[in-house]
């Protein structure tokens, strides 16, 4: 692993040396050793044909390598023995392929048998592509292998155009990878590529090192590297700028700029600017343009927009460029357009325009793609109207037909239910839950077997939100659960003999009239569903194939509004369970809480929240792609339900309460 040191040095020295342009001609592509910086930038070079075995034999041993580093995930390898990766890349113009070649030192290896193990729990691989690369923003398609176990994820779903083979080594392994794009591979173009090498070790401490920079890059392009097809000719040069940051925090909002060539807009690169504000890279002669798109970005819980940037165009010559103009950046200013009186107590038609005009701008200015909204005033429904698209690609507009995942507002629908049951007595929620359905995952921790129904419907079973541990005993503090609510789903099934989906329909959905909710995967969802979005790029994430009880609802917000109707109107449960599913048995955490006067909390599988117009109750929901949230203040019975298939639409879901009934705070 000499060679990979090597260039390290060769790296430091070139940055530290350098302060002029450089010019550097490449002969062949076994003599293209092109000094490198801090981004993930790579170039290919034509090869021949290899023989897909793993071992490496044919490839040239000067050829460059680029280090697999970034330890975004788990614990930093102790050192180069424990974990560390490089790779070789190169193309064929005849077969439309792209040939990836890794070397991974790795002193232990953890495989586990059992195909249901995650990706987390065992040593494994994975490829990124993103075939269309557009400056706009273009799909991502991940190909892993975890263990011995093979997924895709994103816009491809089988592993169609990629082939890997590997072999395990003294100390480690060799990959090989074989890429058949649909695309026309084309010396001068660039494509969107990252690698991931994942190592668990026997102590259970878990890496996982990558390339590129930062992790979920299914859903975001920008994470990934960039690897420029040249031709051996090709002479480049290294380009530095500045960016001036004094009103951006990289620490929690990282920062990239865009650098493209004029002459050929097929070549493109992401530079990220480091804390100084600094960035360089090494990039074909020519003109260019280099800018700081603007987009939404997460910083904490809420999402801003990069205020637009003027673009510098610079040329690349023979001898150096001209120092490029300092690039600003800044946060855009928010849409003020929270009324000061919430719009629900004086609605008429200029409050409908109002509504457009409100949702128009979150959407502008934060990229929510669609949205369905209800407005619900003295207990009926007064306003309904969908916005924008299923999909930003295909711009098939959202109709009222169109469905939304509802990610964890699925949990007080089953609630309602469970509490039907427990109405009639086929379920007791005091009764501990390893009586009806022992956990055998959880056999490990005696304190389980105290869980009750009861517990998880008000998050304080002592599970977390996802994981089979107990990470505290039942009843002794709050802890939001998914994992608890998905248990009580396998009790409910085992007492009654019923699947769920079927439990749904007879208890909720046919008593009151419910429609447009699906649990599950089926020909008739996929007509009518839309993609959700991160980054305002579809996601393409598959439908759950079973019901999820704590999350896999799909539907609109008007037909959820006869769910709010149902509670408000105390149809389908007794009073006094009407009484417990809507009282407070455990406030959440104050840092929640709209108002620090005002707690908040969970009833029974519903939150509740103190106002000055009273209770109300409610729920969001979060499934990263998804963004939702329905709420009714009880004695007004007034209220908004409202559904957004992005990841920025918890602008709008945070801010609803504001908006439509208690005014700007």
């Known amino acids: 692993m000499g060679t990979t040191t090597d260039l390290f040095q060769i790296s430091k020295t070139f940055c530290s040396l350098l302060c002029f342009f450089l010019v550097l001609s490449c002969k062949d592509n076994k003599a293209n050793k092109i000094p490198m910086t801090d981004d993930a930038i790579a170039y290919a070079y034509d090869m021949e044909e290899i023989t897909l075995d793993g071992k490496l034999s044919e490839w040239p041993k000067d050829m460059q390598r680029y280090p697999i580093k970034n330890a975004e995930l788990g614990e930093a390898p102790k050192n180069d023995e ?64 975890y263990g011995n176990t093979r997924n895709t994820y994103g816009e491809r779903k089988a592993w169609d155009i990629v082939e890997m083979k590997k072999t395990e080594t003294q100390n480690g ?94 070549i493109w690169v ?33 999402f801003y927009r990069l205020a637009p940037a003027n673009p510098t165009v610079f040329s690349l010559g023979k001898e150096s460029h001209e120092p490029l103009t300092i690039l600003n950046a800044e946060l855009a200013e928010t849409p003020d357009v929270i009324p000061e009186k919430g719009l629900l107590f ?35 429904v007064i306003y309904h109207k969908v916005y924008g698209v299923k999909n930003t690609e295909t711009k098939e507009p959202v ?37 009806y359905l022992p956990f055998d995952q959880l056999e490990k921790y005696p304190e389980y077997k105290k869980m009750t129904a009861r517990h998880i419907l008000i998050h304080r079973s002592g599970l977390p939100n996802w994981g089979i541990e107990m990470i505290n005993i039942p009843g002794e503090k709050y802890g939001y659960s998914g994992e608890g609510f998905e248990y009580l789903k396998r009790v409910v099934v085992e007492i009654t003999g019923k699947p769920i989906e079927q439990l749904l329909d007879e208890e909720l959905i046919e008593p009151n009239g419910l429609y447009h909710m699906e649990f599950s995967d089926s020909e008739e969802l996929r ?17 759950p194939q079973e019901a ?82 329905f709420e009714v203040y009880d004695k007004l019975k007034m209220g908004y339900i409202i559904y957004t298939n992005s990841d ?11 908006i439509f009934v208690e005014g700007k705070k």
């Open 270 to 302: 992401w530079a990220h600017v480091d804390s100084l504000g600094n960035f360089s890279t090494v990039l074909p002669i020519g003109d260019y343009e280099v800018d700081i798109p603007t987009k939404v970005v997460q910083i904490g819980y809420r």
């Open 82 to 145: 424990d974990f560390q990766g490089n790779f070789r890349i190169g193309y064929n113009s005849d077969k439309n392929e792209i040939y990836v070649a890794m070397e991974i030192t790795d002193e232990s290896v953890i495989i586990e048998k059992d195909e249901n193990s995650f990706w987390d729990n065992q040593d494994g691989l994975e490829l990124y592509i993103n075939e269309k690369s557009l400056k706009s923003g273009s799909p991502v398609s991940q190909f892993s292998e």
């Open 527 to 543: 007509k009518v569903v839309s993609d959700g979005h991160i980054l305002n790029r579809p996601t393409y994430w598959n439908i």
């Open 399 to 435: 109709d009222e037909k169109t469905l939304f995942e509802a990610a964890s507002i699925t949990k007080p629908v089953f609630a309602f239910v469970l509490l039907r049951l427990a109405d009639r007595g086929i379920i007791d929620l005091d009764r501990p839950l390893h009586e």
């Open 173 to 266: 392994k060799t990959v090989e990878w074989r890429v058949k794009l649909d695309k026309k591979i084309e010396t001068g173009m660039s494509l969107g590529i990252d690698l991931v090498a994942i190592d668990k070790d026997e102590d259970d401490s878990f890496t996982w090192i990558s390339w590129g920079k930062g992790t979920q890059k299914v859903t975001n392009p920008e994470r990934l590297g960039n690897v420029l097809f040249m031709s051996p000719d090709t002479k480049f040069g290294l380009v530095k700028g500045k960016v001036n940051i004094e009103k951006i925090d990289l620490k929690q909002s990282p920062l990239k700029v865009r650098l493209s060539q004029l002459q050929n807009e097929k």
């Open 648 to 658: 920025t639409g918890s602008e709008l879901t945070m801010d609803a309460w504001q």
């Open 548 to 629: 999820g009880m704590a999350f896999s609802m799909h539907t609109e917000a008007m037909a959820f509004a006869k769910y709010a109707q149902t509670i408000l109107e105390r149809r389908g449960l007794k009073p006094d369970t009407y009484n417990e599913f809507l009282t407070i048995h455990t406030e959440s955490d104050k840092e929640y809480w709209n108002d620090e006067n005002k707690p908040e909390g969970a009833g029974l599988g519903i939150f509740i929240r103190k106002t000055d117009y009273g209770d109300t109750f409610y729920h969001g929901g979060n499934n990263g792609d998804f963004k939702c949230q």
């Open 346 to 380: 004086d609605f008429d038609e200029k409050s409908k325009n109002q509504v457009d005009e409100i949702i128009d701008a979150y959407q502008k200015f934060y990229n929510i793609p669609g949205v369905s909204l209800a407005l619900i005033k003295e207990g009926k």
